[in-house]
Structures are given as structure tokens and as C-alpha cells.
């Protein structure tokens, strides 16, 4: 991704809150263009404080751009820098609010997105859920936990927001994984010193293991379906391009 667009939306409020975002025209984004009156709103939701998956904001102890303790503090996209208070900066700009908003991490928060896909009758279709934050149509991925491989976040997640939590051999599937993406989400959550990485990885069922599959929403899941990777409405963050790669993977 060039540019990020999601986590500067400065017309709508940050997700749970009242705050709206600084405004950041699009030559304003990167860094390297100087920009004195830039004055991000300092925002970090209350909600996240004291929560084990959640950073404090004493910053002295923590190991940035390593990995620290069972934590991955490491970018995919690279090593970020800090700014005057030893916060990590975004490494794709400027985002018009400082702090973590509802991100638990100071710096890269990591992700993993699994694409379960099928061909019905002729047309690609891919497993979404309706995300109950924002309620658009989303991968149902989630964070990877400390200490977490990214192939059990995977399955962990799509057994929890798409199955409703109960273990189903999808042993075929599962086998045919193919790693389409790792890196930077354009996600509304974003800060300038928080953000979202992710792990995309395709799972297409060649064998129609499927079809005997019953779908059930779970966690943050609202709703689950089968969704044409065509469908005329809006995805959640950058889902729409992770989708897009998946379609060019599958014409390979
Ligand atoms: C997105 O947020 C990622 O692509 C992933 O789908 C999701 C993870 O966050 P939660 O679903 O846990 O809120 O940036
Ligand atoms: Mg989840
Ligand atoms: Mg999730």
C-alpha cells in the first residue's frame, strides 16, 4: 500500500468514542513533508487500560522493533522510528490522532487474516463475517496472542468468528494454505503510534471438505456467509485488496 485512507477518516468519530481525528489531506501525509501545524488529537480509549492484551503507557521496559518477551514488536514493513517521546511512529504517515485509540499495542499490533475460499457454481466465494465494531463484511481474522505461531491465530480465529468456537476437521483445507500477503492494514484503528499488521494466508477448499461445514457467527463475528468475492459493498480496512490478491492467486 502507497498511502493509507481508513485511519484518517476525520468526519466520522474513532470507533467507541465521541473523538474525531486531525485532518490529513493527502500531501500531508508522509512524514518527510514538513508540516508545522500539524496537531494530531491525543487519544488513548480508557477501555484498554489494565487489559493483559494492552501495552501501559510507560514505555521505558519495552523492547521495540524486536521481539520482546513473547511479544512481536517487529514491523513487516520495517524497522520504525520514534518520535520525541520514544512512541513508535506509523511507518505509512500521518493519521491525525496520536496515542494508541483502542489498539493495545504502541507500535505494530499483529494480525493474522484467513481467506477460506470455493468456487460456486463458477464464481469465486470466500468466507466473511460481519463485524459487529463496524458492520461491514470482513476475513474473519483476529490478533495473534503472545507467544501465538501465526498458522494456530489462523485457525484459532476462523474457528472462533466463523464456527462459533467449536472444532471442526477441516483437515484438507487447513493443508492447503498459500501466504498471499504480510504487512501493513489500512485499518480504521490506526494512530500514529499504533497500527495494524497482518498476516493474510489462503485457504481454497479444492475438495469441497466445505460443503458439509455449518457456518456460526462467533467473538467479534455478528454474522457469517459465504460472500462472492465480487459483492457490490465496502470491506472492512484493506480487506478488499487482501481479496483482490487472492483472486490473482487463484488465476495463477
Ligand atoms: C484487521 O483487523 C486485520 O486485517 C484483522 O482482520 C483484524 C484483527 O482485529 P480484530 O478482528 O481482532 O478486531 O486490521
Ligand atoms: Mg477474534
Ligand atoms: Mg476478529
Redesign the pocket.
Known amino acids: 500500500f502507497k498511502m493509507h485512507f481508513k485511519c484518517r477518516n476525520a468526519e466520522v468519530p474513532y470507533l467507541n468514542s465521541s473523538i474525531k481525528r486531525f485532518l490529513v489531506p493527502d500531501d500531508k501525509v508522509a512524514w518527510s513533508t514538513e508540516w508545522s501545524s500539524y496537531a494530531p488529537v491525543e487519544y488513548t480509549d480508557p477501555s484498554i487500560n489494565g487489559k493483559p492484551w494492552a501495552d501501559t503507557n510507560d514505555l521505558s521496559n519495552v523492547k521495540f522493533n524486536a521481539l520482546d518477551g513473547k511479544v512481536n514488536r517487529r514491523s513487516y514493513i520495517c524497522d520504525y522510528s520514534f518520535d520525541a517521546n520514544q512512541r513508535p511512529i506509523n511507518p505509512m504517515g500521518r493519521s491525525g490522532m496520536s496515542g494508541r485509540g483502542i489498539l493495545g499495542r504502541w507500535g505494530p499490533n499483529h ?1 493474522a ?1 484467513p481467506i477460506v475460499s470455493r468456487f460456486k457454481d463458477g464464481r469465486l466465494q470466500f468466507v466473511a463475517i460481519k ?1 459487529k ?1 463496524t458492520g461491514e463484511w ?2 474473519p ?3 495473534v496472542d503472545p507467544g501465538e505461531e501465526v498458522s494456530a491465530t489462523l485457525k484459532r480465529e476462523f474457528g472462533e468468528e466463523a464456527l462459533g468456537g467449536k472444532t471442526i476437521d477441516m483437515g484438507k483445507v487447513w493443508k492447503n494454505g498459500k501466504r498471499l500477503y504480510a504487512g501493513y ?1 489500512d ?1 480504521p484503528r490506526n494512530t500514529d503510534n499504533a497500527w ?1 499488521e ?1 498476516v493474510v494466508v489462503s485457504f481454497h477448499d479444492y475438495e469441497s471438505v466445505m460443503d458439509d461445514v455449518k457456518l456460526e457467527a462467533g467473538d ?1 463475528a455478528a454474522s457469517v456467509r459465504w460472500v462472492f468475492v465480487d459483492l457490490n459493498e465496502p470491506l ?4 478488499k485488496s487482501f481479496i483482490d490478491l487472492l483472486k490473482t492467486s487463484l488465476d495463477n
Open positions: 494480525a487474516d463485524r465494531d470482513a476475513i481474522g483476529g490478533m492494514v485499518d495494524m497482518t467479534d472492512y480496512a484493506s480487506h
